[in-house]
């Protein structure tokens, strides 16, 4: 990591207070925490039996999942724009 200072910044997921350090800023920090805190709310809401910790894996299996489909779309765009340059 570079020697930039990194930002500390406190959020508030599923209802437990956790400290963030990053080189983001902490507006940045915030949006992605509520980000978090709503899926796991929408998760929550439709299996309110589940315990924190798999309620934790459901939301990151979903977030990941999101990016893995947002990061093969940016690829298929960047190989069609490669395809009308040459």
């Given at each position: 990591?570079?020697?930039?200072?990194k930002n500390r910044?406190?959020?508030?997921?599923?209802?437990?207070?956790?400290?963030?350090?990053?080189?983001?800023?902490?507006?940045?920090?915030?949006?992605?925490?509520?980000?978090?805190?709503?899926?796991?709310?929408?998760?929550?809401?439709?299996?309110?039996?589940?315990?924190?910790?798999?309620?934790?894996?459901?939301?990151?299996?979903?977030?990941?999942?999101?990016?893995?489909?947002?990061?093969?779309?940016?690829?298929?765009?960047?190989?069609?724009?490669?395809?009308?340059?040459?």
């Amino acid at each position: 990591m570079s020697n930039q200072e990194k930002n500390r910044t406190t959020v508030e997921i599923h209802g437990q207070s956790y400290i963030i350090l990053g080189l983001e800023s902490p507006s940045h920090i915030r949006y992605v925490a509520s980000l978090v805190n709503e899926k796991m709310r929408e998760i929550s809401s439709k299996n309110p039996s589940l315990d924190v910790s798999k309620l934790a894996v459901l939301t990151a299996v979903n977030a990941v999942n999101d990016y893995v489909k947002v990061k093969e779309q940016l690829e298929k765009l960047q190989e069609e724009l490669k395809k009308e340059k040459d």
